[in-house]
């Protein structure tokens, strides 16, 4: 096994995150601003890696991360944990206590494009349904001190599949763009989940 590249960890992420969408050398290209012959080399070396599993229609070949293979799900694991460190340090610690009583926090929105424009903080809150009284006390909490109001989006694990599934496409852009806070392993089962060719 060798390290991935920048290149291939943000193919690697993009693909992930985005798993609603069927990606190509072309598509993937165009979101990382390179050609489409440097990403089909950094497909094909992910798929080498056993990292992504690919699919042909007709002459095009689609990519997805392959949940089967250990390696490919700690990589994908280990890329969420520092993406969330290097780009929310500051939401990591302010909703650290959230790792206690929640499953999986994800901080997506305004808020992660551009702090100082955004009107509110959006989070997403996947819990278990006893434990929603200590979610809203925290988060309750944490909005009286607060300059910027939180929103959260509280719901179970299966709630959150289900809207997966029926492509809500609120849900899915909220994935999309989220840095996950708590949870990276359970993100990753839910992803793998609703993840289908």
């Known amino acids: 096994m060798k390290m991935p590249t920048e290149k291939e960890n943000e193919a690697l992420l993009l693909i992930f995150k ?12 165009k979101k990382l601003n390179i050609t489409p012959r440097g990403s089909l080399k950094i497909l094909n070396s992910l ?23 250990n390696y490919a799900k700690k990589l994908v694991e280990t890329l969420l944990i520092k993406e969330s460190k290097e780009k929310t340090a500051r939401w990591l610690h302010e909703f650290g206590g959230l790792a206690e009583t929640a499953q999986i926090v994800l901080i997506y929105g305004s808020t992660v494009r551009n702090y100082d424009k955004a009107k509110d903080i959006d989070l997403l ?5 006893e434990r929603y009284k200590e979610v809203k006390k925290f988060i309750d ?19 959150l599949e289900k809207n997966l599934k029926n492509k809500n ?16 392993d359970k993100m990753i089962e839910v992803v793998k989940n609703v993840t289908s060719f």
Do not use: C, Q, W
């Open 47 to 69: 798929y080498s890696e056993k990292t992504l599993v690919r699919k042909k229609l007709g002459k095009a070949i689609f990519y997805k991360v392959d949940f089967e293979d």
């Open 125 to 129: 809150v996947i819990i278990e349904k």
């Open 169 to 184: 496409p609120a849900m899915i852009n909220a994935i999309r763009e989220s840095y996950v806070l708590h949870g990276h």
């Open 18 to 29: 985005d798993f609603s969408s069927d990606y190509n050398a072309n598509s993937i290209s």
């Open 141 to 159: 909490e944490k909005n009286n001190i607060s300059y910027k109001p939180i929103h959260p989006l509280i719901m179970t694990l299966s709630d």
